[in-house]
């Protein structure tokens, strides 16, 4: 069983609005931070959003601030990535993160379970 699966990736012009959804099963969600992480092409993946347990803290990477938008929901098990205003530069595998550590270290040794990403393609 995948603990984590991503969907609503896909390709949008610049400018564009993607909505991305990461559903969790097989573990206690609400007791996990939960992030999203990107990798393009040729790059290391990194970090781009950070949302705690309960849900009312945020931390996003700075090329990120004021476009993207997480958010989650322990009810359903649910968290979600709005991105608004994509560039180009956007363009990348997108994976779901739940890591118990991961709000503090943002950082890919933080998490504990990964997706399999979706992918984002942003053309100009």
């Known amino acids: 069983q995948v603990p984590l699966v991503e969907s609503g990736g896909g390709s949008v012009q610049t400018g564009g609005s993607l909505r991305l959804s990461c559903a969790a099963s097989g573990f206690t969600f609400s007791r996990f931070t939960m992030g999203w992480f990107r990798q393009a092409p040729g790059k290391e993946r990194e970090f781009v959003a950070v949302?705690?347990?309960?849900?009312?803290?945020?931390y996003y990477a700075d090329f990120v601030k004021d476009r993207f938008t997480i958010s989650r929901d322990n009810d359903k098990n649910t968290m979600t990535l709005q991105m608004n205003t994509l560039k180009p530069e956007d363009t990348a595998v997108y994976y779901c993160?739940?890591?118990?550590?991961?709000?503090?270290?943002?950082?890919?040794?933080?998490?504990?379970?990964w997706g399999r990403g979706t992918q984002v393609t942003v053309s100009a």
């Open positions: 949302i705690s347990m309960s849900g009312e803290s945020t």
């Open positions: 993160a739940a890591g118990r550590g991961l709000y503090l270290s943002r950082r890919s040794q933080a998490v504990d379970y």
